[in-house]
């Protein structure tokens, strides 16, 4: 393996640790062991057994002499006390009762080992979601979403997989060892023989690995790679299929699918030739092994049968540790990639946050911004080169307590970056920001957020039922939750007649991102789940635009009412909601030009 892939593995080892504990991990290793011990005296059972079994066309079955026994002293002893006929069915109770605790052993192993994966699965996936959570939102705005997913999803499964295969690397290991301790004391010159011949396959296993972390790397640029397309085609279907090239894109996707199918293939493909190879060698050896044995060292007939039904064992457990070398190997990369994630988003993050005491649970803020400037960098793996947009360009503004702000500007002169800078999303660059005079930083920022409400340009709706959306980012502990509650908040934002037009009312599934429903009546359930946070600052991103006028006049009355409990700003072109403002600022290249 590279230094790249041994630092991955090192990795592996301890995250497993840290996943299992170091008492799962323990007993893991003690199952392993028995299982192995086991194995070993069920083998060292054989040899007595072939003793004094009748061959046909051969002797008498001979009694247990010193020769015949199996190395262990008090057993030899016990058995050779027996007359033959008890003391092969001594041996045959004794081998039976191995075999069943071999049995059992292996299965617990099985099943702590199943439990180890299934954790570390679980802290992969914790540790790559809550260093996104703690992200802040510049970064996150920069990370492919398809590639999170991918690693969420297919690399974690891989890792899963890979992981399994490393488990079985020691049991195989001690079942080896065992056996061949067992060869040992039978002939300890065909047993070097054939240590030296799995010596320079072990020389193949290790340069194999080598190629297969290659290749694993490169699947983990596939996956990824696919997992974009995937997204995007499913993103843009229904505009795909309005405009008649939904089989171009969907072509595009099943080429990268392919791709990574093609991939896994010629790992595949590399695996069964190794795999090949070793049997062949293997064989021709186990057939020179038996030659040698039997015409030249004289080995006796039973201990040379149970020679070659070792070797003969010996060989696919080495199959099976070489095709488990290189699925660890190939899955590494994936690790890596995951690693790598989760370190580049919890660089980003800041320190833990505490949340300060608010004034009053009640109280709308004041906010000022002076000599505000904000910029998006041009590469955010980069953020030293030029090329980066000024958004914000030394804005001055005052939102009274208790009022509402339109907002108004053309396209893209960064009135929802105004947004996200007012719910600390984005911190500004330049310049101040105060809620009540207090700087908005991280922990003040924080602490606002479950008292502000927003409804952003962007509809999300989940494949859920219409009670859970508009739950959704409702805290139990703090809004009230009951029908009363949500009807309250439906009527408040024109939903009630949908809502009397569903099936099933408030527990209607509303489809995936919300497909039941039209964009305005979307656009209102995000307003109603807005006000059901009960909130003392209210943002809202062009929350009329797919409205119908009777709706839109809803919405200004519900603005109006909250006068002097909510501070509200929104951002809006629609004449009917301007009037409602207590003022209309233009936001224009960055910088507020005229106020109303």
């Not at 064992?313 to 540790?321: G, S, T, V, W």
């Given at each position: 393996m590279t230094m790249t892939s041994g630092a991955a593995f090192r990795d592996l080892i301890r995250r497993m640790v840290r996943a299992g504990g170091r008492r799962r991990v323990a007993k893991l290793a003690g199952l392993q062991l028995g299982a192995a011990v086991s194995e070993s005296l069920g083998l060292a059972m054989l040899l007595p057994l072939l003793r004094m079994i009748q061959l046909p066309g051969g002797d008498a079955p001979a009694e247990l002499g010193e020769s015949a026994g199996t190395g262990i002293g008090p057993l030899d002893q016990l058995i050779g006390a027996l007359d033959p006929a008890a003391g092969l069915i001594a041996v045959l109770l004794i081998?039976?009762?191995?075999?069943?605790?071999?049995?059992?052993?292996?299965?617990?192993?099985?099943?702590?080992?199943?439990?180890?994966t299934v954790d570390l699965a679980a802290q992969l996936r914790a540790d790559l979601f809550g260093a996104a959570a703690r992200a802040p939102w510049r970064v996150l705005a920069s990370e492919p979403r398809g590639h999170l997913l991918g690693l969420l999803t297919t690399e974690v499964d891989r890792i899963v997989t890979g992981t399994v295969m490393l488990l079985r690397l020691p049991a195989l290991g001690v079942m080896a060892v065992a056996?061949?301790?067992?060869?040992?004391?039978?002939?300890?010159?065909?047993?070097?023989?054939?240590?030296?011949?799995?010596?320079?396959?072990?020389?193949?296993?290790?340069?194999?690995?080598?190629?297969?972390?290659?290749q694993g790397t490169r699947q983990t640029g596939l996956h990824a790679a696919a997992s974009r397309e995937v997204r995007d085609f499913l993103d843009g279907l229904k505009p795909a299929k309005g405009q008649g090239v939904e089989a171009r894109h969907a072509a595009v996707s099943a080429t990268a699918l392919r791709e990574t199918g093609l991939g896994m293939l010629s790992f595949i493909r590399a695996s069964a030739n190794a795999r090949l190879m070793m049997q062949v060698v293997g064989v021709i050896a186990l057939s020179g092994l038996v030659v040698v044995g039997a015409l030249i060292l004289k080995v006796p007939g039973p201990e040379l049968i149970l020679l070659a039904v070792i070797c003969g064992?010996?060989?696919?457990?080495?199959?099976?540790?070489q095709q488990s070398a290189q699925r660890v190997a190939h899955m590494l990369p994936a690790l890596v990639a995951v690693n790598a994630a989760a370190a580049r988003?919890?660089?980003?993050?800041?320190?833990?946050?505490?949340?300060p005491a608010l004034p009053a649970a009640d109280h709308p803020p004041e906010i000022r911004l002076e000599g505000v400037r904000l910029s998006h960098p041009g590469d955010p793996s980069a953020p030293e080169t030029s090329g980066s947009q000024t958004v914000l360009d030394g804005v001055d503004a005052s939102f009274r307590a208790g009022s509402v702000t339109a907002i108004i500007g053309p396209s893209g002169a960064g009135k929802t970056t105004l947004i996200d800078l007012l719910l600390g999303l984005l911190p500004p660059d330049d310049g101040?920001?105060?809620?009540?005079?207090?700087?908005?930083?991280?922990?003040?920022?924080?602490?606002?957020?479950p008292r502000a409400g927003w409804v952003p340009q962007e509809t999300f709706l989940t494949d859920a039922s219409l009670r859970q959306n508009l739950l959704w980012s409702a805290d139990p502990e703090r809004h009230a939750t009951d029908d009363a509650a949500l009807m309250m908040a439906i009527d408040a934002a024109g939903l009630a007649p949908v809502v009397a037009g569903l099936p099933d009312g408030l527990d209607t599934p509303l489809g995936d991102r919300g497909s039941r429903l039209s964009g305005g009546e979307r656009q209102r359930v995000t307003i109603a789940r807005a006000l059901i946070r009960q909130?003392?600052?209210?943002?809202?991103?062009?929350?009329?635009?797919?409205?119908?006028?009777?709706?839109?006049?809803?919405?200004?009355?519900?603005?109006?009412r909250l006068k002097g409990r909510t501070t509200v700003v929104v951002i809006t072109h629609r004449p009917a909601i301007l009037e409602v403002a207590d003022q209309v600022l233009r936001l224009e290249d960055g910088r507020f030009v005229t106020e109303a």
């Open positions: 081998f039976v009762i191995l075999t069943v605790i071999r049995g059992l052993l292996l299965y617990g192993r099985e099943v702590h080992s199943f439990h180890l056996q061949i301790t067992v060869a040992a004391l039978i002939s300890p010159t065909l047993t070097l023989a054939a240590l030296a011949i799995g010596g320079l396959s072990g020389v193949a296993v290790r340069r194999r690995s080598r190629s297969s972390f290659a064992r010996l060989l696919p457990m080495a199959q099976e540790f988003l919890a660089r980003q993050a800041g320190p833990a946050v505490v949340r101040t920001v105060t809620f009540d005079g207090r700087p908005l930083d991280e922990a003040l920022a924080a602490a606002w957020r909130p003392r600052l209210l943002l809202l991103d062009e929350p009329s635009s797919a409205l119908d006028a009777e709706t839109e006049q809803r919405l200004c009355a519900t603005l109006a």
